[in-house]
C-alpha cells in the first residue's frame, strides 16, 4: 500500500488505530497489538494541534507500557517508548520540562538496543537521542518554540518577517532531522505490522514425499 499523501496517511493510520482498538476489546493481552495502537496513534498526533497531539502521545505511551508490563523485553515497544517521549519533549516549550522526555526516551532506546544490539535503527535512534536536548535548545532559540512547541503564533513586526522566515525554516530542518525520520519509521513498524495482521495464515507445507 502506497502512501501518496497526508490525506491517504491519515486514513491509513485512523483505519490502523480502530482495528487496534477493537482487537483489544477482544485481546488486551496482545502486546503486538499495543504496540500497533500506539504507532497508529503517534502518525496520527501529527495532524493534531499541540494540545491534542501532546494527549495522544500521553495515550500512545500508556499503551506501550501497558505492552511492556505484558511482555518487558519487547523491543520495538522500547523504541517506540523512546520516540514517544523524544515527540512529547518537542512539543514542550521549556527546556526544564523537555529534558525528563529526553532522558527517559534515550533509557528506552538504550533497552532496546540491549535487547536487539544488531538493529541499526535502533542504534541510530540511541546516537541521535543524545543530541535531541542540543536541537530542542536550538529550535527554542530561533524563536520556532512559539509555534512549534505549543506557546501560540508568532508576533513579529513586518520588518523582522524575512529574518524570522530564515530563522524558523533553519530550525524546522534541524528539527526534520531528528524527528522526521524517527516518526516515518513509526509508522513503519505501525504499517508494517498491520499489514501483517491483515494477511491470511500461510498454507501448511506439502507431506515429505
Known sequence: MEMSNDLDRLLFFEQARKISEATYASNPLDADNLTRWAGALLELSQFQSVPD????????????????????RKHDALWCLGNAQTSFAFLTNKEDEARPYFEKAAQYFQQAVDE??????????????????????????????????????????????????????????????????????????????????????SPPPPPPL
Not at 502521545?57 to 500508556?62: K, L, N, P, W
Open 53 to 72: 497531539s501532546q494527549k495522544m502521545i500521553q495515550d500512545a505511551i500508556s499503551k506501550l507500557e501497558e505492552a511492556l508490563s505484558i511482555n518487558p
Open 116 to 201: 536487539d544490539p544488531s538493529n541499526d535503527i535502533y542504534l541510530k535512534s540511541l546516537e541521535i537521542s543524545a543530541k535531541a536536548p542540543e536541537l530542542h535548545q536550538e529550535i527554542i532559540k530561533h524563536g520556532l518554540g512559539q509555534q512549534t512547541l505549543g506557546a501560540g503564533p508568532s508576533t513579529s513586526t513586518s520588518s523582522n518577517s524575512t529574518k524570522t522566515a530564515t530563522k524558523n525554516k533553519t530550525s524546522s530542518d534541524l528539527k526534520y532531522d531528528i524527528c522526521g525520520w524517527i516518526i516515518l519509521a513509526v509508522g513503519i513498524v505501525a504499517w508494517v505490522g498491520f499489514a501483517k495482521s491483515q494477511m491470511p495464515p
